[in-house]
């Protein structure tokens, strides 16, 4: 690690980071979040399956309102499409994120809220390094040779702040 790296907070990040954060998330663009939160949920899903349980339980018991959930391809594709759902609203999470990724005030709040949200769905702190794995492969996936290593470390540094700061709240060790 070099030495200015070594002088950065855990979670400060730099005019550039947040330069090259923004910029790299306009190549995302908002027509991809729904493939890009698909693929996010299932690389999570097949690396860590108890998440999948987790997950998963509340939708099942809420899906069988109607009678049409007791059919079995209904079933599957109202699966298929809360996943698709559930990814899309992540990145539209993190898109909000990254509007306030040089406002650490707003970005610590929003934070700080979405672990108190999850701590009630009982997610882990185990469960956030999970996300961390599978947006890392997303963002590799989808972006390809644009994911270099300067955009890799800036999201790295964001991504550091978003479970520090996720895991206080769902800890309850704020501050």
Known sequence: MGCSQAKIEPEALTPDDARIIRETWKMVGREAYG????????????????????????????ATTTA???????????????????????????????????????????????????????????????VVDGLNHTMEFGLKDKWTDARQKSFQRLINIIVARTNRSLSGDEK
């Open 35 to 62: 493939e890009y939160g698909q693929r996010l949920m299932l690389r999570i899903f097949q690396k860590y399956p108890d998440i999948k349980a987790l997950w998963q339980n509340p939708r099942i018991m809420n």
């Open 68 to 130: 049409d959930d007791a059919d079995a391809p209904n079933s599957a594709n109202r699966w298929k499409m809360d996943l698709r759902n559930h990814g899309s609203k992540f990145f539209n999470s993190l898109d909000d994120l990254i509007s306030v990724v040089d406002k650490p005030e707003e970005l610590f709040k929003m934070l700080h809220d979405i672990g108190v949200k999850h701590k009630g769905y009982e997610v882990k702190s185990e469960h956030i390094q999970a």
